[in-house]
């Protein structure tokens, strides 16, 4: 079976995590029987495609956040309060930086967390494509023996900027900043007038991301941010228009509950686009391809999408538990809908 999600980064690979432990779980293989498949089930593969609009170049170094979130959440190594960076990271590099008066102070990058932009860069500046310096990232932290195929949305460079007021207020001229000044120096504090994507509309899938969805049997989309994690991967020319055309069927997991976001500024994202505030203001922003939606108890108000079969439970992954009791009912629903 072909698990494709579409993920961005500290709930997206949580979330994946979770997938991978219940998938590992011996009574799933009895759940994939029960669908009708014939004799032993065949091996389960999950592909993630990774948002890239959060990457940055800090220090003259390429970071990936998404992708290193993925990376050292299923590897094992994520520091589990912060959920992103390494556990147990130092900072000596970084105060080195600072007492040298480099900038920027406001992103912090971690001893050995660097080691990983050190070695992202040098690949890239050998020729190696961002796919290619992926695969050897991942294989490094044992997701290929996991099952787990861990893809960049695109190999061209996206960068998501957030157009905000100026020094002169609202009325006076705009400016834009990096999505990670916004979300991070800022903490999404500064209202947002718009997005824009430097890079998207000439960037291409990367090899293998069209066909994860094309031939999965279901396709995952977890609690991510719609407009800045997920919705840069749907904005990738050809992504969107697989996943309409893919038979398989398409399942959310709402990033909000009772309208509030579980973690991060979503509202702050969300407003900008004029999108109400709640599970059913999301799947409307998916209601294109999505086939079922996966909602917690506290939401049961809202027109949601025609068509697209809602279901309601506890959704909240407090621990590494939750998140794989989340993730299997997310891809039970995917296969009732099969």
Do not use: K
């Not at 293989?29 to 948002?51: K, M, S």
């Amino acid at each position: 079976m072909q698990i494709t999600v579409l993920s961005g980064g500290v709930g997206g690979a949580r979330f994946v995590r979770g997938l991978v432990d219940a998938l590992q779980h011996q009574g799933h293989e009895e759940t994939l029987q029960d669908q009708g498949r014939q004799g032993a089930p065949d091996p389960t593969r999950v592909t993630v495609i990774g948002n890239t609009g959060d990457d940055i170049t800090l220090f003259g170094l390429r970071v990936c956040p998404d992708l290193d979130t993925l990376l050292y959440t299923l590897g094992g190594g994520v520091d589990e309060a912060q959920g992103w960076g390494r556990a147990g990271d130092g900072r000596q590099v970084m105060e080195e930086l600072a007492a040298l008066g480099v900038q920027p102070q406001w992103f912090g990058l971690g001893d050995l967390d660097l080691g990983t932009h050190v070695a992202r860069s040098q690949w890239l500046g050998q020729g190696l494509s961002l796919s290619e310096v992926t695969g050897r990232l991942a294989e490094r932290w044992g997701l290929p023996a996991l099952g787990v195929q861990l893809l960049p949305a695109s190999d061209q460079p996206i960068e998501t900027h957030v157009v905000v007021d100026g020094p002169e207020g609202p009325d006076g001229p705009e400016r834009a900043i990096h999505f990670q000044e916004w979300w991070v120096r800022h903490r999404a504090a500064l209202p947002a007038r718009r997005f824009t994507v430097a890079g998207l509309g000439q960037a291409r899938p990367a090899p293998g991301v069209l066909e994860a969805i094309r031939e999965a049997d279901v396709v995952i989309l977890p609690p991510s941010n719609p407009v800045v994690s997920i919705g840069i991967i749907l904005g990738v020319p050809g992504v969107r228009d697989a996943l309409r055309g893919t038979r398989a069927p398409v399942v959310g997991v709402s990033p909000l509950i009772g309208g509030r976001p579980v973690r991060g500024h979503a509202d702050a994202c969300l407003a900008p686009l004029g999108v109400e505030l709640s599970a059913a203001g999301v799947a409307g922003l998916y209601a294109d391809f999505l086939s079922g939606w996966l909602v917690d108890e506290a939401d049961r108000d809202g027109s949601f999408p025609r068509g697209v079969t809602v279901e309601r439970q506890d959704i909240l992954m407090r621990d590494r538990v939750g998140a794989g009791r989340v993730a299997r009912a997310a891809l039970d629903l995917g296969l009732r809908l099969r």
